[in-house]
């Protein structure tokens, strides 16, 4: 079965950043799974809307891409000696995610272990999951996006202790094939 993913940006005007994240996230990003799929689906299909019928002013900019662009990987080395109550931080933008050993994993007896525990809670917390998998093998936490693009790639990790954890940043993400260049359609209320 093939795969296709449609890039689009909206710019919408006279609408803060933190005003159109409320119509997605609510208040929190605690919601997870189908319930949130329903309420950014409605959220951006009804920010469409607006633009479309001419409630809203802005900009509508989209591609479609096939599915042979590569996946970001990166890398978190664990050292279980030095990882006791440590933390791992994921920062892109303003949106951060801090997993600390005792709290959201247990560093285990060895450095596999602590590996493993790490990549655990990566693929089970509710906003890591959605964008990338983690694997733990040998004291290795590798890490691999699972959008085919440099996007993730601005994101960072980041530890309070370089001793336990030994990060390699997420790179090598490229987008696949173009089947629909880049168009932008400016939209506005109408008259």
């Known amino acids: 079965m093939a795969t296709s993913w449609v890039i689009m940006a909206l710019k919408i005007q006279n609408r803060s950043a933190v005003d159109v994240k409320n119509d997605f996230l609510m208040g929190t990003v605690g919601s997870q799974g189908r319930r949130f799929a329903r309420r950014a689906v409605k959220a951006l299909s009804d920010l469409l809307a607006g633009v479309v019928s001419g409630v809203r002013k802005g900009n509508l900019w989209l591609t479609v891409l096939d599915d042979s662009g590569t996946r970001a990987t990166g890398n978190i080395a664990c050292t279980q000696a030095n990882a006791a109550g440590n933390f791992v931080r994921w920062t892109f933008g303003t949106l951060t995610v801090t997993l600390t050993e005792g709290v959201d994993f247990v560093r285990g007896a060895n450095d596999t272990a602590c590996a493993a525990n790490l990549a655990a809670a990566i693929n089970a917390h509710r906003i890591l999951q959605t964008l990338m998998t983690a694997l733990g093998s040998s004291g290795n936490c590798g890490l691999t996006?699972?959008?085919?693009?440099?996007?993730?790639?601005?994101?960072?990790?980041?530890?309070?202790?370089?001793?336990?954890?030994?990060?390699?940043?997420?790179?090598?993400?490229?987008?696949?094939?173009?089947?629909?260049?880049?168009?932008?359609?400016?939209?506005?209320?109408?008259?």
């Open 145 to 191: 996006a699972k959008i085919p693009t440099a996007l993730l790639q601005d994101g960072a990790w980041s530890t309070d202790d370089a001793t336990a954890f030994g990060l390699t940043q997420l790179t090598g993400g490229t987008e696949g094939v173009a089947q629909f260049l880049p168009q932008s359609f400016d939209t506005g209320p109408t008259p």
